[in-house]
């Protein structure tokens, strides 16, 4: 019978717990890679996110406009520069 400790589940977390983080804050655009360019264009600067689109990614001002002009009720975010 295979016993397993309660807090080995834990430890497999922590020791993956760098490459979780860095994988949930490129789903939000806080990664260097994806701060800047627009995974739909490849060209423009990323900066909105819809909250009610079933993809959470950030796009530039051009997809984001013809993504939504059917869907205007959508609501909108805009990532602002912190320095």
Known sequence: M???????PLRVWVARAKEYLLEFMSQYGCTEEARNMCP??????ALYRCSDCVTNSLLC???????HTDIPLHRLKVRV???
């Open 2 to 8: 295979l016993i397993v400790k309660q807090d080995e």
């Open 40 to 45: 739909c264009c490849s060209g423009g600067e």
């Open 61 to 67: 001002e051009s997809c984001t406009i013809s993504r």
């Open 81 to 83: 520069h912190v320095n």
